[in-house]
């Protein structure tokens, strides 16, 4: 572990990161701090706490836009009725195939158990003739 200084809004802070990993925290702490300074002159925040929650809904803000336009999707559910009834059919899908795999599982531990029940008897003759042996 390695451990850096941070300056965020005016504020010295110390940080531990993995080794090799400081420059990038140093560019994520420059990143944050332009942005709560751009917060700061807009004005819009009447104490450091408040600029510091509206500096991360800023920041959260544009890690989902990414993520969205990435493809990868909200991790949020934020749907609206409508989009939600649109992903109906593919919920009804998906619980389909989730269904099928249940009954497949099930017919494999049936088939397993059979194979268990099989090996048990077998090994319950062979201690029985061990011991008569013995």
């Given at each position: 572990m390695s451990e850096i200084t941070i300056n965020i809004n005016g504020r010295g802070y110390d940080i531990a990161c993995d080794v090799g990993q400081e420059g990038r925290v140093l560019d994520l702490a420059t990143y944050v701090d332009q942005r709560i300074k751009e917060i700061s002159r807009s004005g819009a925040a009447y104490n450091d706490s408040h600029l510091m929650v509206l500096a991360a809904l800023?920041?959260?803000?544009?890690?989902?836009?990414?993520?969205?336009?990435?493809?990868?999707?909200?991790?949020?559910?934020?749907?609206?009725?409508?989009?939600?009834?649109?992903?109906?059919?593919?919920?009804?899908?998906?619980?389909?195939?989730?269904?099928?795999?249940?009954?497949?599982?099930?017919?494999?531990?049936?088939?397993?158990?059979?194979?268990?029940?099989?090996?048990?008897?077998?090994?319950?003759?062979?201690?029985a003739k061990v011991e008569a042996f013995g």
């Open positions: 800023l920041l959260a803000n544009e890690a989902l836009e990414a993520r969205e336009n990435a493809g990868l999707g909200s991790p949020l559910k934020m749907e609206t009725p409508v989009a939600a009834a649109e992903d109906d059919g593919a919920d009804d899908a998906a619980i389909a195939e989730l269904e099928e795999t249940l009954e497949r599982l099930e017919a494999e531990k049936q088939q397993v158990l059979a194979v268990i029940e099989q090996l048990t008897a077998r090994v319950e003759g062979l201690t």
